[in-house]
């Protein structure tokens, strides 16, 4: 028989006519795919091969018919390869009908749906068939029980083959659920089928929490295309325990309750991939419903090399969105939505540590907590963890909360409104974290938010770096772009770089603060910032008491007006900055022409010289204010320019002599009459 390829419907069998002719006229072969199969009274079993309707021909001589299982379970083939039409399960056209083979001498475990025992062998069902819950008995109305019917089925699957839903079916389930166990290379096609329970679970994922549908020791499967309400079910949808490179997808859940801290979860598994999944809207009264759960650190049981995304999305859950308890993740292009909990979570605890996560391009967004957290037990630091290019937007407290957390990068992030709750927090919290790099992130703060915030309040934060970060202020000029505080005594932090971050529209660019005697701040760089529009100071340094704040450096920052406050504390590097030098005007001390004049000046910065008239001065003292090593000054004719070249020739803490040289000679020459000298300063 040769097969051709057909759209349409697939239909096991159509049941039985009295003629072929009147199969041929209601129902032509052509609008039914391949495989489909029919019993006329004058000519037996045919087949369509997507074009005619044709006999069965190859294999066995005898074709047989039978209305149920039971009654195949009494018919015997006479040779291998008979054919055996069955009509229905227990009743015709029930789901269970399809064509079976004789196999003479076969014998199963599974007697059902694929497989029926008879005298002197067994019927198989054939192949080309889709091997569906309802070839086990489920009914899919979702009122009647089918769980011992789906675990039929699954008991009957061999390694490598499909399981395959009825796309309009309505599974329901008890409180045992069902339980995939030991298998592999398995399609798990829900195929959009919906599944909906009955009772509260009392399947255990391994680890403590209640769950439908589990897989234990799989490997290399795919689980796709599920629907699940939860209704009255309180424990999750599916979870993996055990399982190695299986990929779960394009899966929904919803309205579940709180006997499973997750809708999807996961642990003890390696190299699991999730993608295209919704874990959305636990029911009412459902508290502590996490999205996703992959990986469970207190009793051992993290995750290896998990892999989530893209397009995973978590929607309204009763807790956190997100969860990773993992010795590698990679978690990229998902969405945390209006959680209750924080957007996404990296766990660990004294049963196993959490290392090498790395979160590109996800959004969190209107998370009741973080957007993205660390969650630590005993003390147990989480290691290796890069945020980059994600978007934190409109979550109630800090956008990232790092407790515990060492050898961090937190780069090209967009931080937009966070800290909702319009208290004084920060969009980055750092709290007894170490080598931390935070930078080229985008701040866009709320009312009194801080941008990055280092608290020590009875800990130590060291090694951290917040450079090239792009701060302001979104709705007011207030809170802070950097902020380093120790509180409660015997709190520290150490090896501190604040460079090259752009500040503006805020009320204090930089504040490093020592708030109790015994608290100690040491080796802070403050390098190359730009800060402008402040309401309150450029940096700020306050110490509690003398010498709690040392070895600071204040070091070519520009921009500030208000410059720098300093309380108990003395920078034992302060130069370069343009609070350093106030912006006063320069003066002629000496030398130029007659009534020489300083004239559109910006302070130091950019000013003009009118050389005056007349006089035979070859050189000028500009008065400028007091710098501690003196001044560089770039000077130019720009009146002759092609005939005199004006240079900087002295230099004093509060002067600067300018000397003009004829381009011809290379001589000092006077300067013609009412020349304009352009001058920039800038302190050393």
């Known amino acids: 028989m040769t097969y051709v390829s057909r759209t349409g419907p697939y239909v096991p069998n159509l049941g039985n006519f009295d003629t072929f002719a009147e199969l041929l006229a209601t129902h032509p072969a052509t609008l039914y795919n391949p495989g489909t199969t029919a019993y006329a009274a004058d000519q037996g079993i045919v087949v369509s091969n997507g074009s005619v309707w044709e006999d069965v021909g190859e294999g066995g001589s005898t074709a047989l018919t039978a209305t149920t299982y039971a009654a195949a379970r009494l018919i015997s083939g006479v040779s291998t390869g008979d054919r055996l039409q069955v009509l229905g399960r227990t009743s015709q056209s029930d789901g269970g009908q399809g064509l079976f083979t004789w196999v003479a001498g076969g014998s199963t475990t599974i007697n059902d749906g694929s497989q029926l025992t008879a005298p002197g062998g067994i019927w198989q069902r054939t192949p080309d068939q889709l091997y569906t819950p309802q070839i086990f008995g489920a009914v899919g109305d979702g009122v009647t029980d089918d769980t011992a019917a789906l675990q039929r089925a699954i008991a009957g699957l061999a390694n490598g083959q499909a399981l395959t839903c009825l796309p309009n079916s309505t599974y329901a389930i008890g409180a045992v659920g069902i339980h995939f166990t030991s298998l592999s290379n398995l399609d798990v096609n829900f195929n959009g089928a919906h599944f909906v329970s009955l009772a509260t679970s009392t399947q255990d994922d391994n680890v403590g929490g209640k769950v439908a549908i589990l897989f234990t020791s799989c490997v290399n499967c795919k689980i796709h295309g599920g629907n699940f309400d939860g209704q009255t079910f309180k424990g999750g949808f599916l979870a993996l325990t055990g399982c190695t490179d299986c990929e779960v997808y394009s899966n929904y859940s919803t309205n579940v309750g709180n006997t499973s801290p997750y809708q999807f979860g996961s642990n003890n598994s390696t190299r699991t991939r999730w993608h295209d999944n919704v874990a959305s809207t636990p029911q009412a009264g459902g508290a502590g419903v996490r999205g996703f759960w992959l990986g469970n650190s207190n009793v051992g049981f993290i995750d290896t090399d998990t892999i989530c995304g893209p397009n995973n999305k978590a929607i309204s859950n009763t807790a956190t969105g997100f969860v990773f308890e993992a010795a590698g993740a990679q978690v990229f292009g998902n969405y945390a939505l209006n959680n209750a909990g924080s957007g996404f979570i990296s766990s660990t605890a004294t049963g196993s540590q959490s290392v090498d996560h790395n979160f590109v391009g996800n959004t969190a967004i209107g998370s009741a907590f973080h957007g993205y957290q660390t969650d630590v037990v005993n003390s147990v630091p989480v290691l290796r963890v890069t945020l980059s290019g994600n978007r934190f937007e409109g979550n109630v407290n800090s956008a990232v909360y790092l407790n515990l957390a060492q050898q961090f990068t937190v780069t090209g992030n967009i931080f937009v409104g966070n800290n909702t709750s319009n208290t004084a927090a920060a969009t980055v919290l750092l709290s007894n974290s170490s080598a931390i790099s935070i930078c080229d992130n985008v701040f866009r703060l709320l009312n009194t938010e801080n941008a990055v915030n280092l608290s020590a309040a009875g800990a130590v934060v060291s090694d951290i770096s917040v450079c090239g970060n792009d701060i302001s202020n979104a709705t007011a000029a207030s809170g802070v772009g950097v902020a380093a505080v120790v509180s409660g005594g015997a709190s520290n932090i150490q090896r501190l770089i604040i460079a090259n971050n752009t500040i503006f529209s805020i009320g204090t660019g930089i504040d490093i603060r020592a708030l109790t005697a015994g608290d100690v701040i040491n080796d802070v760089a403050v390098m190359g910032n730009t800060v402008f529009g402040v309401t309150s100071f450029f940096v700020r340094f306050t110490g509690a008491t003398a010498n709690q704040i040392t070895n600071a450096r204040t070091i070519g920052n520009s921009g ?61 003292v500009i008065g400028l204010p007091a710098a501690a090593h003196g001044w560089s000054c770039a000077v130019a004719d720009v009146t002759n320019p092609t005939a005199n070249s004006t240079v900087q020739t002295g230099s004093s803490t509060t002067t600067v002599t300018v000397t003009n040289y004829v381009r011809t000679t290379g001589v000092a020459g006077a300067w013609p009459a009412s020349d304009i000298l352009q001058v920039s300063c800038w302190p050393n």
């Open 560 to 620: 500030g007006t208000n410059g720098l406050s300093l309380t108990n504390t003395t920078p034992i590097e302060n130069f370069g900055n343009t609070w350093n030098v106030p912006l006063t005007a320069p003066t002629i001390s000496s030398g130029f022409g007659t009534s020489p004049s300083v004239t559109q000046n910006n302070g130091y910065r950019s000013f003009s010289v009118n050389v005056g008239t007349g006089g035979v001065a070859t050189s000028g």
